[in-house]
């Protein structure tokens, strides 16, 4: 039963392929879950089924049902389909209605971005040589890092700055709209790549590896959706940097991978395979075992939740694996993390809306016209089963202001889009 999701995303990336004939942004998110189920087939052939690495029960033998399985399969293709609407291949241009609240929005981001290096910098390097085990053992036992610190010494502006520095995350599709379709010098636009990698830095001070992974899923993400537009220019900065750039990454990865999980039973190898393909066997296993009576909200609506509940994920999860009787922060696809809080009605429920929100951003078939703002809510949306192949990605209240951004951006596109239209008819009946 292990091998369905293989071979369900194997033919599903396919049928994406051979229907657009290019490797647009359904047959990029498909093909993760070929990678993701492919590394769960190996993780379970392997025996690597541990609590340390991930995985929830120590010797958990899994019988996984049909039930889950189609489930996991069906919720998950939901939320891929609405982006095979997106024609990379087909695309003409990007247009920006609000050009001076992008230009705005663009030097807030920059600030935060100098926010972030300011705060972070002077502690990476020191990190790098430290030991990463002990770090992240210290973040995981509640120890704030340095420049958590530094922060709180920080002007209340500066320090609210900070904590939502995830929204320079948006930066990347700035970059490539400025690049790309302004053309502007690379000499303007690289400070945007810059800051766009601040939530990464943030990440290494707690030898985290969740950021770099998510920058590069939606790196590649950009990549794929501007493949049309990119300048020779671009293509030339890109396969120059490539190189040292993915070195160093796979160098961080790897050396905070290895000093985690070196002197477990399985090895660095089989953990990282824990750590890349879990989430199948743990979507099974939170089907069989969770707790139909709990429901939670703090994960799908956590600036709601805090407004109101004074409640965050964070601070409840301790309280809820003590609940439903396991450890419920592990990796469990998006969908997983939905049915999890909000049980198997609701996980299908929130996977409609997902796919209803994305084919109104995305507007129609084949559309060949973007305005910046809907790229922007694109990128927002496509992070979540991009990213969906370990969990949920917008669960603090510092992540959820991406989208909080990005669709204030959209709805002011498209109520300037309806007053120009208002006055273009005014004109016309004059």
Not at 225 to 245: A, D, E, G, N, Y
Not at 350 to 368: D, G, K, P, Q, W
Not at 399 to 427: H, M, P, Q, R
């Amino acid at each position: 039963m292990h091998f369905i999701p293989l071979i369900y995303f194997s033919c599903l990336t396919y049928y994406f392929w051979q229907k657009h004939k290019t490797f647009d942004v359904a047959v990029y998110i498909s093909m993760l879950y070929v990678i993701t189920s492919f590394c769960g087939v190996l993780m379970v052939m392997g025996g690597f089924l541990s609590s340390e690495g991930g995985v929830l029960i120590d010797g958990w033998e899994p019988e996984f049902d049909i039930k889950p399985t189609i489930l996991y399969c069906g919720l998950i293709t939901l939320t891929i389909l609405p982006f095979s609407f997106v024609r990379p291949e087909k695309l003409e241009d990007i247009t920006n209605v609000h050009r001076y609240i992008i230009y705005a929005f663009t030097f807030f981001v920059l600030l935060q971005g100098g926010v972030m290096y300011f705060l972070v910098g002077e502690f990476v390097s020191d990190l790098l040589n430290g030991d990463f085990r002990f770090i992240k053992e210290a973040h995981y036992a509640g120890d704030i890092s340095p420049a958590d610190v530094k922060m709180l010494t920080m002007p209340l502006p500066i320090q609210i700055m900070y904590l939502l520095s995830s929204i320079t995350l948006l930066a990347l599709p700035l970059f490539f709209y400025y690049s790309c379709i302004e053309k502007r010098s690379l000499w303007l636009t690289l400070p945007l790549l810059a800051v766009s990698i601040s939530p990464i830095l943030r990440g290494v001070v707690v030898a985290d590896r969740t950021e770099i992974i998510h920058y590069g899923l939606m790196f590649f993400f950009c990549l794929v959706f501007f493949q049309k537009v990119i300048t020779r220019k671009i293509r030339k900065f890109f396969l120059i940097c490539s190189i040292p750039t993915i070195a160093i990454g796979l160098i961080y990865f790897l050396a905070v991978s290895t000093s985690r999980f070196e002197d477990q039973d399985e090895g660095a190898e089989g953990s990282l395979l824990e750590y890349a393909g879990q989430s199948y066997a743990n979507f099974c296993y939170f089907y069989e075992h969770h707790n139909s009576e709990l429901y939670y909200i703090e994960r799908e609506l956590p600036i709601t939740s805090y407004f109101l509940f004074k409640s965050q994920y964070t601070e409840t999860k301790e309280e809820r694996s003590a609940k439903e009787g396991f450890f419920i922060g592990v990796f469990a696809s998006h969908v997983g993390s939905w049915m999890l809080d909000t049980g198997l009605i609701g996980s299908v429920v929130i996977s409609v809306l997902f796919a209803m929100i994305c084919c109104l951003v995305i507007h129609r078939y084949n559309r060949t016209k973007f305005d910046i703002a809907d790229v922007m809510m694109l990128y927002v949306l496509g992070a979540i089963p991009t990213f969906g192949i370990f969990y949920y990605r917008y669960y603090t209240i510092a992540t959820a202001f991406i989208y909080v951004a990005a669709g204030v951006l959209f709805l002011c596109s498209k109520i300037v889009f309806i007053w120009e239209k208002d006055k273009i008819e005014n004109t016309t009946l004059a």
